[in-house]
């Protein structure tokens, strides 16, 4: 399983429950297209982690790299009712930082 982990700070005006509406619009919608398998929103507690990271993280999850590309070029489109679900979510942050994890140790390891 591969997880893109973004972390993120609400926009100045935004809303933390409009943020987690818009990423469980967005993602759903995703997930329906065979995208992403799931996801998670997660809120940084007591003020807890390096100031770098922001307050929210989300965690998308896809079975291999492979269906991660498959929903970036999805959203890459920019059009229609997936890019209006986009809007939504990146109109409400500020801050983005992203990365990429693996399960591990991967089913390949040899030793």
């Known amino acids: 399983m591969n997880t893109y982990a973004i972390w993120v700070n609400l926009a100045p005006g ?7 509406a818009a990423v469980n619009a967005y993602l759903g919608a995703l997930q329906q ?11 940084r507690q007591f003020g807890f982690g390096p100031s770098e990271l922001g ?10 790299l492979t269906q991660l590309e498959a929903a970036f070029t999805h959203a890459a489109r920019r059009s229609g009712e997936l890019e209006r ?11 983005f ?7 591990f140790p991967d089913a390949v390891r040899v030793s």
């Open 14 to 20: 935004a809303k933390d429950l409009e943020l987690v």
């Open 33 to 43: 297209e065979g995208t992403v398998e799931s996801w998670s929103v997660q809120r």
């Open 55 to 64: 307050e929210f993280m989300i965690q998308i999850r896809t079975q291999n």
């Open 85 to 95: 679900l986009h809007i939504e979510v990146y109109s409400r942050v500020q801050d």
């Open 97 to 103: 930082r992203s990365g990429l994890y693996r399960d």
